[in-house]
């Protein structure tokens, strides 16, 4: 960390304050914007964004996901329309989203959600393929209920398969969440990095990326991981 | 033990059960196979390895419904079953994988489990943390715990240690005496059948079918080394008449 402000220091002497300003006038900008309550307004609405289309492709990912892993015939059904939505590059897909749906807050979202669907559903699809038959045939004999078998059986087979996709997906949404809000939303983190662009406001830039940056690290350590703990403490741990 | 008249608790008529082979034909794995059980006999099923006893046991469970013939079980008959691995949830510890698989069971019956099997310091590890003998331990408390009416068994002990393997038997001996359940137990090892059953139903190779049903006069009593040579004498004779 310490070794990263340095480099951020030296960095900013050789190329100059207008090209990459030092620390302690990002930190001021940052100050400022956040003193005005536009810094807090521009990641509370980005993170909205970021928390429902996430929640949208989660969960849409894991029922076809799941639903491609155990029967054929969806997958065979689906599997073109993954693979196109796989090498359709983001910016297709939000273009095309505000296009045809008008520059709305639903066209934005849909868009962001479209992007991480179909890495999700991949991701999971692995999962529910590799669901053990021992178990399952343990659960017929044992004429478990659907709801118990769902909960206690196939979820927790599910699970570093969730985990995995909730990871990449977080960086994916957020990221995309600022071209969408760039290209046609008026307010958040994406829309604040793009005047400061029109500007050309380093410091601007610099301070609204880092304060979101930080945000979503502290949602990693303190939501992803001891969710991930808990979920694998069952896993004898090397002493 | 059980008087004439009394119902079968599980009855087993199976015409013929099939795979298709990898070369194309049908090989028959199971032809003309009958038994009967009566409410609280302890039956085991000894044959040949490779003779088709896990298909059996997947047929009558209920598992594999693709053959000819009938089983017939009790009207909602409830299964307990040890199967040849422990198949713990490994994301569960030992009490919740007991009561998952047996939610009915009351505090008092899993006390009463867990102090027989000696599992009582283990109910809140997680299967990964126990040995093989303690895994296969959590599996025979989970059957039993369901009260079933017919207790299944599947070669529940292979791969331990001798020494273990014979705790374990006995062990399961007493829970199968004091609760008198209707058992099923299939095992390649005659000592383990004699030891635990009282009917052994003896299996030829494949297509497998019953070829003679051999009774034990005193079930679970000690066998002196003469009367296990005894049975086993009998066991030969009889599959040396029907071969």
Sequence with gaps: ?239 | MSPAGVPAQLDVSIESKSYRAASGGRLDVLRGLKFALPAGAVAALVGPSGCGKTTLLRIITGLDRDFSGVVNLPEHGKLGMVFQEPRLLPWRTVEQNVRLGAPEATDADLDMLFAALGLDSHREHFPGELSLGQARRVALARAFAVKPDLLVLDEPFVSLDDALAERLRDELAALVTSRRVTTLLVTHNIDEAIGLADRLFLLSSSPTRVVAEVPIARPRGLHSVNERAEIRAEIAQRLGKAV
């Design chain 1, 1 to 239: 960390m310490g070794l990263l402000v340095a480099a951020w220091y030296v960095g900013s002497r050789i190329a100059g304050p207008r090209m990459l300003p030092d620390p302690q006038a990002v930190g001021l900008a940052m100050w400022t914007e956040a003193k005005s309550g536009d810094l807090a307004f521009a990641l509370g609405v980005t993170l909205a964004r970021v928390a429902v289309s996430f929640t949208i492709a989660m969960a849409l990912g894991t029922v076809l996901g799941v639903m491609m892993g155990r029967w054929r015939l969806a997958d065979r059904l689906a599997d073109p329309w993954l693979v196109v939505l796989l090498n359709l590059p983001a910016l297709v897909i939000i273009v095309l989203a505000y296009v045809w749906a008008g520059l709305t807050e639903t066209a934005a979202i849909a868009a962001v959600a479209l992007n991480k669907l179909p890495n999700a559903t991949v991701t999971v699809r692995e999962g529910a393929r590799s669901f053990d038959r021992q178990l399952d045939e343990m659960a017929d004999v044992f004429r478990m209920g659907s709801w118990t078998r769902l909960r206690h059986v196939l979820i927790p087979q599910l699970a570093p398969y969730l985990a995995a996709a909730a990871r990449s997906g977080l960086s994916l949404v957020w990221k995309i969440v600022l071209i969408v809000e760039l290209l046609g939303r008026p307010n958040g983190v994406g829309f604040e990095i793009g005047i400061a662009f029109q500007l050309f406001d380093v410091t601007r830039i610099l301070a609204y990326a880092i304060a979101f940056v930080v945000v979503m690290l502290a949602i990693e350590t303190f939501l992803v991981q001891p969710i991930e703990r808990h979920v694998s403490r069952w896993r004898p741990r090397p002493a």
